[in-house]
């Protein structure tokens, strides 16, 4: 017998089984040369990658390719790609209108610097093989880096606090103002206030996002309540002592006269506790008349004038003449002593049909329309300007949100009754006395008062910092100057107008 075996079937079937496992032979002997190839070039490029000033590919900036870039190829591409998607404001919406927060205000800006920077140091601050995990994970996943965000987060909620001041629905807090024999107080009035950090949020994750250009951001709102009357507190305004005015020369000084006023506390309370949903409280009150007034002492008391504005009107809009005449009549021969803090709403009163305004244009929820003592916006304005040329410092102001027809963006100071007043404190040290004429298609304010060897001339300069499709932003400085020279420019106020 052999000692081997003879094969007894089919040589065909032999030579198939001979070329299956030639086959699977050379199939492993290809993958293990591909995954050779693949591995070395792998680390081909990576090693090469090392010592690259590009960045690896795979890799993006807030969704924008930077693979291949030097580090300013990659912050002008990104820079770039971002302004043409990010729109210059972010639009808000409340009860169909519209607001506008500018990014550049803000000064939102993403830290493309930061993320191209740790794009370039992708894979190199690890061991090899962490460097080489990172390295081909990125290839093969990608990697998208989103950029820290920045803003001024003052700036923004100076901005909000404007537009919550511009809403529909304002808050009216209770007010007081004297009016010939008697005191009115006005009971406040609920109001919108806008959620503030829940705004915030969506302001900046849609700026994260860049989906502010698609539509509106819808403004969050809460319902804000007055505060109560405080009588008390009303009758310690109030209240006065008599006293006679009188002025020195050595040193030279004049003391305003003073009316004495008063009137029943316990009286009122009582009366607004029966009726408390009352919108006006009529009190009357008790005056002692002194024997002499500041008029009384005459222009010699005041010797100088200090600071003067005057603006243009229409003669031939009677109504809104009416209501000019009425508002400069009541700050006429008003004296603000050192320290103190003159307040337009104060002393011209709510305006009223009884206290002879009439109706005229006005800027009400974002629109010019028809409302009562309209164009008293430009008494205070002229005030305003003339408060700046006498160096008072200046407490509470905003502007319009249309630029108003009689004077340039940045000079202009609006009122509403129970919600914005314009205020400045008298700072100087000698007593100043108010007087406002209209006449002849010219409000003028006139500032008296005592010059001083150190006085400058004073007056307000604006510049024009952007201007869109949309809005208009301004920049207002106190301008000094001496012999016709400027001196020095304070920074007061950046104002943001809605273009019509």
């Given amino acids: 017998m052999p000692d081997f075996e003879i094969f007894r079937g089919n040589p065909k079937s032999l030579l198939k089984h001979f070329r299956h496992d030639n086959f699977i032979l050379v199939f492993v002997i290809l993958l293990a040369i591909v995954i050779g190839l693949f591995v070395a070039g792998t680390i081909f490029f990576y090693i090469s990658q090392q010592n690259s000033d590009v960045i690896q590919?795979?890799?993006?900036?807030?969704?924008?390719?930077?693979?291949?870039?030097?580090?300013?190829?990659?912050?002008?591409?990104?820079?770039?790609?971002?302004?043409?998607?990010?729109?210059?404001?972010?639009?808000?919406?409340?009860?169909?209108?519209?607001?506008?927060?500018?990014?550049?205000?803000?000064?939102?800006?993403?830290?493309?610097?930061?993320?191209?920077?740790?794009?370039?140091?992708?894979?190199?601050?690890?061991?090899?093989?962490?460097n080489l995990y990172q390295y081909i994970s990125i290839l093969l996943t990608k990697i998208n880096i989103d950029p820290k965000l920045t803003y001024n987060d003052e700036a923004l909620t100076s901005y909000l606090e404007t537009i919550e001041t511009y809403l529909p629905d304002q808050l009216e807090q209770y007010g007081y103002y004297l009016d010939e024999d008697e005191l009115f107080i006005t009971n406040g009035v609920n109001g919108a206030g806008i959620e503030y950090d829940d705004l915030k949020k969506m302001i900046i994750d849609a700026i994260q996002d860049i989906s502010y250009s698609r539509g509106y951001i819808q403004i969050p709102t809460y319902t804000k309540y007055p505060e109560p009357i405080d009588v008390d507190a009303i009758h310690q305004d109030i209240y006065r002592e008599v006293q006679d005015a009188y002025f020195t020369t050595e040193?030279?000084?004049?003391?305003?006269?003073?009316?004495?006023?008063?009137?029943?506390?316990?009286?009122?309370?009582?009366?607004?506790?029966?009726n408390p949903n009352a919108q006006?409280?009529?009190i009357p009150l008790t005056y002692t008349e002194p024997n002499v007034t500041v008029n009384d002492l005459g222009r010699e008391a005041f010797p100088d004038l200090v600071g003067s504005y005057a603006t243009k009107y229409v003669t031939s809009n009677r109504d809104r003449t009416t209501n000019l005449r009425l508002a400069a009549s009541k700050i006429d021969g008003t004296?603000?002593?050192?320290?103190?803090?003159?307040?337009?709403?104060?002393?011209?009163?709510?305006?009223?049909?009884?206290?002879?305004?009439?109706?005229?244009?006005?800027?009400?929820?974002?629109?010019?329309?028809?409302?009562?003592?309209?164009?008293?916006?430009?008494?205070?304005?002229?005030?305003?300007n003339a408060a700046i040329a006498a160096n008072m410092e200046i407490e509470t102001r905003r502007n319009h949100m249309f630029v108003p027809s009689y004077i340039e963006a940045g000079k202009d100071a609006t009122v509403v009754w129970g919600s914005t007043d314009f205020k400045f404190k008298n700072r100087r040290d000698y007593p100043v006395k108010i007087e406002a004429s209209v006449e002849g298609g010219i409000a003028r304010v006139n500032i008296y008062g005592l010059k001083t060897d150190d006085e400058y001339d004073i007056s307000l300069y604006t510049r024009t910092i952007k201007s869109t499709a949309t809005t208009l932003v301004v920049e207002s400085y106190r301008e000094y100057r001496r012999d016709g020279q400027v001196v020095k420019r304070d920074k007061l106020y950046t104002d943001t107008y809605k273009k019509q």
């Fill in 57 to 130: 590919s795979g890799v993006f900036i807030k969704n924008i390719n930077v693979s291949g870039l030097t580090r300013e190829e990659a912050i002008k591409h990104v820079n770039e790609e971002l302004s043409n998607q990010m729109n210059d404001h972010i639009e808000l919406t409340y009860k169909n209108h519209n607001y506008y927060v500018e990014i550049e205000q803000i000064e939102a800006k993403f830290d493309v610097e930061a993320s191209v920077d740790y794009a370039l140091n992708l894979a190199k601050h690890g061991t090899f093989l962490e």
């Fill in 280 to 282: 006006e409280y009529e």
């Fill in 335 to 384: 004296v603000v002593m050192p320290g103190e803090i003159f307040s337009y709403n104060k002393v011209v009163g709510k305006r009223t049909i009884a206290a002879g305004y009439k109706e005229a244009a006005i800027y009400q929820d974002g629109e010019v329309t028809s409302g009562l003592g309209g164009g008293i916006c430009q008494i205070s304005t002229t005030l305003y």
């Fill in 251 to 274: 040193p030279y000084a004049v003391f305003a006269e003073v009316t004495g006023v008063d009137f029943d506390v316990d009286l009122v309370k009582n009366f607004i506790k029966e």
